[in-house]
Structures are given as structure tokens and as C-alpha cells.
């Protein structure tokens, strides 16, 4: 009887495991490191998930600064993701 219970809780861990690397690679957006990642494909990302996100050139620079700073809490962004972003939106301008 333990030998089969021990069994089925190794069963579950190896199956929880798994579903918590799935739901890590999807909510992520591609399975592709963020430093690979030029910050168009950030922003197309991660902006648009939540909401239509604003052509680039709606807001000028000081702006962007401003919204990546808010959406980087709000989103649960990195550093180096915001810097990227924000340094595509402000080549738009």
C-alpha cells in the first residue's frame, strides 16, 4: 500500500512540474530568450496581451518613460524588457 502511494504522489509531482513549465513557456510569450528578443517583439508581446496597445509614435518620449514605468509593476516586466521596449517606442518618434 505505501509502495502504490508513493507512487501516486511521484506521479503528481512529475505531472505538477510539468504543467508549471507549460504555463511558465506560454505566459512568457515564446519559449525565446528575452535578450534575443529585439524590443518590437517585446512590446507586440506584452502590451498587447492585456489591451490594444497605442501606435508608437501616440506618445512622445518622456511619455513612454512615464507608461514603463507604471507597466512594468502592472505587468511584471523586467529591466531589461522596459529598456527595450521604451527603446523601440522612442525610435518611432
Not at 504522489?9 to 504543467?19: C, P, Q, R
Not at 489591451?51 to 508608437?56: D, F, I, K, L
Request: with cysteine.
Amino acid at each position: 500500500m505505501k509502495r502504490k502511494t508513493k507512487s501516486i504522489l511521484f506521479g503528481l509531482f512529475v505531472g505538477l512540474f510539468a504543467i508549471g513549465s507549460l504555463v511558465l513557456v506560454s505566459c512568457s510569450g515564446s519559449s525565446q530568450l528575452v535578450t534575443e528578443k529585439t524590443g518590437a517583439q517585446l512590446w507586440g508581446e506584452n502590451c498587447v496581451r492585456c489591451h490594444n496597445a497605442p501606435s508608437p509614435p501616440s506618445f512622445n518620449d518622456y511619455q513612454w518613460e512615464t507608461i514603463a514605468l507604471h507597466m512594468r509593476v502592472r505587468a511584471s516586466l523586467t529591466e531589461e524588457e522596459v529598456a527595450k521596449i521604451v527603446e523601440f517606442l522612442k525610435m518611432a518618434n
